[in-house]
Nanobody, 128 residues
Framework: QVQLVESGGGLVQAGGSLRLSCAAS????????MGWFRQAPGKEREFVAA????????FYADSVKGRFTISGDNAKNTMYLQMNRLKPEDTAVYYC?????????????????????WGQGTQGTVSS
């Protein structure tokens, strides 16, 4: 049983920072990529950032590029999202996702169906 657990959400003023963490567990867990998505009230879940472990490529949504940084340690099954210069529109539930399928059959990092496991989410709220 694979489990992803997010932490680090909270309430912060505009311009502030939050650091989200995601810890993956499971006896045979091994991922090819991990990502962060978010869902604001009344909106669809959207891509935020992703990391493909080999070769260590990172990807960001245009809305967060230059403000957010994704990182992690594949050997420790952990991933982080450093969020700086936060804006009220960044308010959302942030979800961690992991892809355990290989990319040999194709796939990207951008879509929900690219990932096999999801966390329960952590709330990040930015006040104006």
């Amino acid at each position: 049983q694979v489990q992803l657990v997010e932490s680090g959400g909270g309430l912060v003023q505009a311009g502030g920072s939050l650091r989200l963490s995601c810890a993956a567990s499971g006896r045979t867990f091994s991922s090819y990529a991990m990502g962060w998505f978010r869902q604001a009230p009344g909106k669809e879940r959207e891509f935020v950032a992703a990391i493909i472990w080999y070769p260590g490529s990172t990807f960001y949504a245009d809305s967060v590029k230059g403000r957010f940084t994704i990182s992690g340690d594949n050997a420790k099954n952990t991933m982080y999202l450093q969020m700086n210069r936060l804006k009220p529109e960044d308010t959302a539930v942030y979800y961690c996702a992991a892809r355990t399928r290989t990319y040999l059959g194709g796939g990207t990092h951008y879509y929900l169906f690219d990932y096999d496991y999801w966390g329960q989410g952590t709330q990040g709220t930015v006040s104006s």
